[in-house]
Nanobody, 124 residues
Framework: QVQLVESGGGLVQAGGSLRLSCAASGGTFSSYAMGWFRQGPGKEREFVAAVSGSGRNSYHADSVKGRFTISRDNAKNMVYLQMNSLKPEDTAVYYC?????????????????WGQGTQVTVSS
């Protein structure tokens, strides 16, 4: 069983930055690909970014490419999402998820473990 706890959300002005963190416990962290998803008000949950178990491969949704960066530290059992140039449309609850495989996936059904989410609000 893997437990995931997100932190780092908050209120920020458009153009600002935030770094989300996700702490994982249980299991062998380096054997899980990790992802970030988000759900905005009145919207379905959507893929944001993912990183492979080793950290060598990552993928970002087109909507955040060039602004957000996913990374992980396997020594600390942590995954991060650095968010720059934030826009009001980035407002959402952001979820960390773990997949019981090494390779990246963009579909939430492939992720077995989920955190409770952290709220990010971007004001205009």
């Amino acid at each position: 069983q893997v437990q995931l706890v997100e932190s780092g959300g908050g209120l920020v002005q458009a153009g600002g930055s935030l770094r989300l963190s996700c702490a994982a416990s249980g299991g062998t962290f380096s054997s899980y690909a990790m992802g970030w998803f988000r759900q905005g008000p009145g919207k379905e949950r959507e893929f944001v970014a993912a990183v492979s178990g080793s950290g060598r491969n990552s993928y970002h949704a087109d909507s955040v490419k060039g602004r957000f960066t996913i990374s992980r530290d396997n020594a600390k059992n942590m995954v991060y999402l650095q968010m720059n140039s934030l826009k009001p449309e980035d407002t959402a609850v952001y979820y960390c998820a773990a997949r019981t495989a090494l390779s990246i996936a963009t579909v939430e059904d492939y992720y077995r473990y989920w955190g409770q989410g952290t709220q990010v609000t971007v004001s205009s």
